[in-house]
């Protein structure tokens, strides 16, 4: 056993508690740790970060049993001899430290070695979704479930990678096979009533997401509890009322990605339904257009002396629409499921950075040169981090795809939008 900290006395089992006894016991100290309900305790994060990790080792057999064998992975500085299980704990330990490919290569080395090892299916699997391979998880799901058809946690990513691809009833197939198996996984019941929404089979998403609000409120995790709210209330908002929603919709929208794109983004996307999502894109795109037609009559005149309102709201739409048409071409190249509304909001929150800067240029000359370095500095900034995290979770492409695609996007959207703007001044100019 390993002195120099137990895992079993950080969770206040014995040695010889069974997987139920552990989940049951860090529940509970989940719920008396959990930073978002201890905001005056200091300690409370580093403790809950400490049961974490103990229950992520203890729950896993494998792991467990290298952890009770005083397995140490310092002391394996070459590959040689390694065994199946040594290539599981040392990939568990990259997944931790969020070296997410060289987890995947040393499952894969496990895989080899013991092609029956259900626990390296399993968990390789998790971290290829969490790369955006969401094919390699359904294969590798698949392949677990082979072996042990009652792997809870294998249906569950099964629902994840057939949702991410689009397939949302056979989603709501997977997710109810984990339930079935766990009636308490709150993770479940919530992206079942996410695809039940999707479907708009709306008394059913909002079953489900009661039951994921009672299941989180209950396991104390409060970042999901009040997720699964929103969604429910955002559910349940009358359509009656849609076009005085709208404006509501895009200023929580704002709020919540303005100074956090990344984080942000997605919290944003997953809170309203696909017409609501459209919506806010085309708002955003809106706010865009009038920036640049300020920005053309406080500071540009010389270069547009003839320019209309009209033409210049119909060349500001330019870098909107190709931004949303290369978003659809890539998921469609890629494979990746998503929606033209996802497409659309993707590329009016882009745009809406963007605004700001063009506006900006307009008064330029009133707020001097530092000021226009410092606001193009952030704004550019913003729109990077903002188009990738909306090309990782919203059009669901894989990070390597992402990082190739976002300066395409940008080069051939700038480009588009330069020949709008020279195609106006040119046939202002004959006419």
Request: glycine share 6%.
């Amino acid at each position: 056993m390993q002195d120099s900290r137990s895992y079993y006395k950080i969770l206040q089992v014995s040695t010889d508690a069974t997987i139920e006894a552990i989940k049951q016991a860090y529940r509970r100290l989940a719920r008396q740790y959990h930073p978002d309900l201890n905001p005056d305790n200091p300690e409370a994060a580093d403790r809950f970060k400490e049961i974490c990790e103990a229950y992520e080792v203890l729950s896993d057999s494998v792991q467990r049993t290298q952890y009770d064998q005083g397995f140490s992975d310092r002391s394996r500085t070459k590959a040689a001899g390694m065994s199946p299980q040594d290539f599981y704990v040392r990939a568990a330990a990259k997944a931790l430290k969020i070296d997410y490919r060289g987890a995947v290569a040393d499952y894969t080395q496990a895989i080899e070695l013991n092609p029956h090892f259900v626990e390296a299916y399993l968990k390789r699997g998790e971290i290829l979704y969490k790369l955006g391979d969401a094919r390699g998880t359904l294969k590798d799901c698949n392949q677990a479930l082979s072996l042990n058809p009652n792997l809870v946690q294998a249906h569950y990513y099964k629902g994840r990678a057939r949702y991410r691809l689009g397939y949302t009833q056979a989603a709501i197939e997977a997710y109810t096979q984990a339930i079935s198996q766990e009636p308490d996984h709150g993770e479940a019941y919530y992206h079942r009533g996410l695809a039940y929404k999707d479907l708009e089979e709306r008394s059913q998403a909002s079953q489900d997401l009661q039951q994921a609000i009672a299941l989180f409120r209950e396991q104390g995790d409060g970042a999901s509890h009040q997720l699964a709210k929103e969604t429910l209330r955002i559910l349940n908002r009358s359509h009656k009322k849609f076009p005085i929603t709208v404006i509501k919709d895009t200023l929580k929208t704002f709020q919540l990605f303005a100074l956090n794109p990344v984080g942000g983004m997605v919290q944003a996307f997953g809170r309203l339904e696909q017409r609501q999502i459209a919506a806010v894109g085309i708002v955003f795109a809106l706010v865009f257009d009038c920036c640049f037609i300020c920005g053309v009559y406080l500071g540009w005149q010389d270069l547009l002396p003839q320019a209309s309102i009209f033409k210049l709201l119909m060349v500001g739409t330019v870098p909107f629409v190709s931004l949303a048409t290369i978003s659809r071409i890539a998921r469609f190249i890629c494979r990746s499921s998503g929606s033209w509304a996802g497409d659309l909001f993707l590329a009016g929150t882009t745009l809406l950075p963007a605004g700001f800067l063009v506006l900006a240029s307009g008064v330029s000359d009133s707020l001097g040169v530092q000021a226009m370095i410092a606001i193009a500095v952030f704004t550019s900034c913003h729109l990077i981090l903002t188009l990738y995290s909306g090309c990782t979770q919203i059009a669901r492409l894989s990070e390597q795809a992402a990082t190739l695609l976002i300066p395409v996007m940008l080069l051939i959207s700038g480009w588009c939008f330069y020949v709008a703007v020279q195609v106006m001044v040119i046939l202002d100019f004959r006419f």
